[in-house]
């Protein structure tokens, strides 16, 4: 198991999240059209092309889908109970095909649950940041987590 327990965590803790990804084309439209958005940013190159950015944008609920994705493995993979919300989503930079990005994880907040005594709050900063050290994505995800099983 990769994900920490609740107990196994700090405010401050830091992860550098080893895996990258160079978004594709197809990344970009499987998901614009799975998920019936017709942007015309992100499917028409000609419309696109004449906007400010010049080029087809990544749809923005890609990378947040991916920023998560990236953090899950170091965070909360076989340790999670239920993730509890996302807040302060923001995308300060546009993400382009061809775009390499990798993710960075902070803790925040710690609290143990109130009304599940095996388990405990967290909340985690996520950053997508791309080849070019520049911040595409940013939230807060807070998730219930399991505490640490007692030792027999």
Request: glycine letters at 8%.
């Amino acid at each position: 198991m990769a994900g920490r327990y609740f107990d196994e965590w700090k405010v401050g803790d830091r992860i550098v999240h080893e895996i990258r990804r160079t978004v594709t084309e197809t990344d970009n439209l499987l998901f614009t059209v799975m998920t019936h958005n017709p942007q015309p940013l992100h499917l028409d190159a000609e419309h696109a092309g004449s906007s400010e950015f010049g080029r087809i944008v990544v749809n923005g609920t890609f990378t947040f889908a991916l920023m998560v994705g990236l953090s899950v493995g170091d965070t909360t993979l076989g340790t999670l109970v239920a993730n509890l919300g996302y807040d302060k989503v923001t995308m300060p930079k546009p993400v382009f095909i061809g775009d390499t990005l990798h993710a960075e994880t902070e803790v925040v907040e710690l609290r143990p649950s109130k009304s599940r005594p095996g388990s405990g709050i967290a909340t985690f900063r996520h950053r997508t940041i791309n080849q070019r050290g520049e911040i595409v994505c940013e939230c807060l995800r807070t998730a219930l987590l399991k505490r640490k099983p007692a030792s027999s």
